[in-house]
């Protein structure tokens, strides 16, 4: 149906299930709150791991994995999620519509928040890409993400998952609660602020002779730019050729005290639940594509792909890229 009307009934339907979703989302955020108080998991990792579920409640990206991860994290009640969100995922089947946000594929993104489908697409067409010339992936800052019992499984391709302890340990013991098969998955844990992430998969029997494909998604706001830096230069000069790393930056205009207001509130509410951004080492002035280049270029790796975060010609919030070490 056209666009226009798919909103308005969309609307309509929200308007009418709105107190379902109210009450829902109010027993939500008591129940998840209770609950994430104790287990102090990473509260901006269940962002991208929400807006797969609805995907895949949608019907649009298949993940069963992280719908049955979800229900297994502390705060991750089935019911209360499907009773808070069911209207809306109601709307969005029923009309087509949705945001970018939480939409798929999703092939350009206005800003930061809105980038969740955007990137998901990228990082997703990334890694399949690159999956027969690779044996190897290794997820930096896995957080809940579940590619690798879904997407990264590949005959002759061994996954590694890197984390902090403390959230590989819950990861972990969800899983288990979940049932999810883990075979052929290597967990490595490691502080990327204070050593290397190689030499965390070296204990875990990682051969950094064999092509790698690397993903770094959603890692490089929390991590100081001396600490990307370094992950950078360990797949330009410590892994095999031909190895590819792929990952999401924010602009570095954000980070200045000029910053647009809603930037500023971005990044006071990650400081509010503890996990302030920190890097801001990539400018995205005109033209962004050349000083993302350049910035890699210094740390020993080639650009092969590039899509903006914002639009182009304009002063642009960050940039999804692919870099290969040739």
């Known amino acids: 149906m056209p666009k226009p009307i798919a909103f308005l009934i969309f609307l309509i339907i929200e308007i009418v299930l709105l107190p379902v979703t109210i009450v829902g989302g ?161 967990f490595a844990t490691a502080d990327f602020n204070t050593e290397t992430w190689l030499d965390a998969l070296n204990r875990v029997g990682f051969d950094p002779n064999k092509p790698t494909f690397v993903l770094m998604e959603g890692v490089t706001y929390y991590l100081e730019t001396k600490a990307v830096e370094a992950t950078l230069r360990i797949v330009a000069t410590e892994l095999a050729k031909d190895s590819t790393i792929a990952f999401e930056y924010p602009a570095e205009h954000i980070f200045k005290d000029d910053a647009p207001l809603f930037h500023r509130l971005v990044g006071w509410g990650t400081q509010l639940v503890g996990e302030p951004w920190i890097f801001g080492g990539i400018s995205t002035k005109p033209p962004a594509k050349e000083q993302l280049a350049v910035f890699l270029e210094r740390n020993g790796l080639t650009l092969a792909n590039f899509e903006p975060i914002g639009k182009q010609g304009k002063r642009l919030h960050g940039g999804l890229a692919l870099a290969v070490n040739e």
């Open 26 to 186: 109010i027993i939500f955020a008591v129940d998840f709150i209770a609950k994430w108080r104790v287990a102090r998991t990473l509260m901006t990792a269940y962002d991208p791991l929400f807006a797969r579920w609805l995907l895949n409640a949608q019907g649009k990206r298949t993940d069963a994995a992280c719908k049955r991860l979800l229900a297994a994290l502390p705060g991750g009640s089935p019911t209360i999620i499907n009773l808070m969100c069911g209207p809306t995922v109601l709307a969005m089947r029923l009309t087509g519509f949705t945001v970018n946000m939480y939409d798929y594929p999703v092939y350009s993104s206005s800003n930061l928040i809105d980038t969740l489908g955007h990137r998901t697409r990228f990082f997703d067409d990334a890694m399949l890409g690159y999956l027969d010339k690779v044996s190897q992936v290794v997820i930096l800052g896995a957080g809940w993400d579940t590619r690798a019992y879904g997407l990264a499984r590949r005959e002759g391709v061994r996954v590694f998952e890197v984390d902090t302890v403390k959230t590989q340990t819950q990861k972990r013991k969800s899983l288990e609660k979940a049932n999810i098969d883990t075979a052929g998955i290597t």
